[in-house]
């Protein structure tokens, strides 16, 4: 269902690259020469992803000094698809050329996955571990779904958690639920979860807690209503379930901080 060839230190003449599983991803970490995909030829570029679709023929010109070569099955990226909400629409491997530039932020995180990966498949994951880690590896080498939001001064992930901070602001007194802000933005829970680990090393419910603990401290210190009508406008049915919370993530009841 996957396999992983890793190029180092090697000298291409033209030379076309076979592979096991039909979709192919090209990761170049560092060379100089030419990707022909097909009757195309796209330039080598460190930090640069090429995805190669199903029947095309991929050859190699030039000298690589580290880049790897992986290759899917269709059941593997179609799992992929499903359990991210990706975009049916758009996919990876349907033309020829579709390439991605990664930041040096995400080529940090990109090789190691790869790395990972590997020891994953000597040791016989299972195909959901793969799964997840192929859905990771997706994550941090291409900017899909929110291509549109990233700009030169926005990282993909960057962009996401951009994202994700606005829809918090605007909902966090009624949605505290991953599930809500993952649907949203069409990723699964376990893929946001992942990018918001990777990026502020919090789950979503952790971004959540921490915006309405914020409130409700700004509530307590700064105006005079009651603990009650508090709990209230944040979202808590009963009173005593805000105060756990609270006191849980800062250490004092409502009323004890409110009179510090």
């Known amino acids: 269902m996957i396999q992983i060839n890793k190029i180092t230190r090697k000298q291409f003449v033209n030379e076309e690259i076979i592979c096991t599983y039909p ?4 990761v170049l970490e560092k060379g100089f020469g030419v990707v022909k995909i097909d009757d195309q ?3 080598f570029l460190a930090g640069r992803v090429y995805f190669i679709p199903k029947n095309a023929a991929l050859h190699i010109e030039g000298f690589i000094s580290s880049a790897y070569v992986i290759s899917i099955d269709q059941l593997l990226y179609q799992t992929f698809t499903l359990q991210s909400h990706f975009n049916p629409q758009i996919n990876l491997f349907n033309q020829m050329g579709n390439m991605f530039d990664l930041g040096w932020g ?5 090789f190691p996955t790869i790395k990972q990966l590997e020891a994953e498949l000597d040791n016989g994951a299972d ?12 994550i941090d080498s291409n900017p899909y779904p929110y291509h549109h939001l990233v700009n030169e001064q926005y990282s993909f992930k960057e962009a996401i958690m951009q994202k994700l ?14 599930d809500f802000y993952a649907k949203e933005m069409g990723l699964s829970s376990k893929d946001l979860n992942l990018i918001c680990k990777r990026t502020t090393g919090k789950l979503v419910v952790d971004l959540i807690m921490e915006r309405l603990m914020h409130e409700a401290e700004y509530l307590l210190l700064n105006t005079q209503k009651p603990v009650k009508s508090i709990a209230n406008t944040l979202g808590f049915f009963e009173s005593w379930d805000f105060a756990i919370y609270f006191e849980k993530l800062r250490g004092k009841t409502p009323f004890a901080y409110r009179t510090k």
Not at 106 to 110: A, I, Q, R, T
Not at 127 to 138: K, N, P, V
Not at 165 to 178: K, P, S, V, W, Y
């Open 165 to 178: 901070t606005h829809l918090i602001e605007d909902n966090f007194r009624a949605q505290r639920t991953g």
């Open 23 to 26: 979709l192919r991803i090209f």
């Open 106 to 110: 995400s080529l940090e995180n990109v």
């Open 41 to 43: 030829e796209l330039d």
């Open 127 to 138: 195909f959901e571990q793969l799964t997840q880690l192929f859905s990771l590896l997706l």
